[in-house]
T-cell receptor, first 113, second 110 residues
Framework: NAGVTQTPKFQVLKTGQSMTLQCAQDMNHEYMSWYRQDPGMGLRLIHYSVGAGITDQGEVPNGYNVSRSTTEDFPLRLLSAAPSQTSVYFC????????????FGAGTRLSVL | GQQLNQSPQSMFIQEGEDVSMNCTSSSIFNTWLWYKQDPGEGPVLLIALYKAGELTSNGRLTAQFGITRKDSFLNISASIPSDVGIYFCAGQNNFNKFYFGSGTKLNVKP
């Protein structure tokens, strides 16, 4: 029972590099989201998706792109990493039909030098 | 965006003591959720609240959805060392978006 799987767990980038954070869920959930967690600020929504082919912006979308070509996968792309994107990133998923319970991955710790 | 004010920011308590933490919002939420996060892990759901006034328990944890729909509290009774972690509240609004509090870091001394 994998749930929500995020890779990598840790990543160090140089300013200007690009990378993709992977997220996969095996629960056939419609909704998937990406959050970043910074000290003293809780979790802030970056982008979310209500189903395959549909994505929308959250609170802090600048500098990030997403796509949802399948129900299972929801990758987060940093096109040109900046030090301000140093953070812990969490992917979450939940089912539809009024379910409010989100399941979180273990997180990706990203440092941008 | 919507703001959730969670307090206290941190707590240092003795094993066996009761703990209380709360969240307030400037806006109404349809659902309140309480999560716990252990170091190096993602948040794990503890309690979900769906109706104003609802009081729900999960073992030693009790949470309430405020009547005004703008606040919620979480109580932990008879704390134990494994209660250590960061507790987050979250609210879901009419647009199905979730907003999180900044967390309460709980330390329990054996």
């Amino acid at each position: 029972n994998a749930g929500v799987t995020q890779t990598p767990k840790f990543q160090v980038l140089k300013t200007g590099q690009s990378m993709t954070l992977q997220c996969a869920q095996d629960m056939n959930h419609e909704y998937m989201s990406w959050y970043r967690q910074d000290p003293g600020m809780g979790l802030r929504l970056i982008h979310y998706s209500v189903g395959a082919g549909i994505t929308d912006q959250g609170e802090v979308p600048n500098g990030y792109n997403v796509s949802r070509s399948t129900t299972e996968d929801f990758p987060l792309r940093l096109l040109s990493a900046a030090p301000s994107q140093t953070s812990v990133y969490f992917c979450a998923s939940r089912g539809g039909g009024g379910t409010n319970i989100q399941y979180f991955g273990a997180g990706t710790r990203l440092s941008v030098l | 965006g919507q703001q959730l004010n969670q307090s206290p920011q941190s707590m240092f308590i003795q094993e066996g003591e009761d703990v209380s933490m709360n969240c307030t919002s400037s806006s109404i939420f349809n659902t309140w959720l309480w999560y716990k996060q252990d170091p190096g892990e993602g948040p794990v759901l503890l309690i979900a609240l769906y109706k104003a006034g609802e009081l729900t328990s999960n073992g030693r944890l009790t949470a309430q959805f405020g009547i005004t729909r703008k606040d919620s509290f979480l109580n932990i009774s008879a704390s134990i060392p494994s209660d250590v972690g960061i507790y987050f509240c979250a609210g879901q609004n009419n647009f199905n978006k979730f907003y999180f509090g900044s967390g309460t870091k709980l330390n329990v001394k054996p």
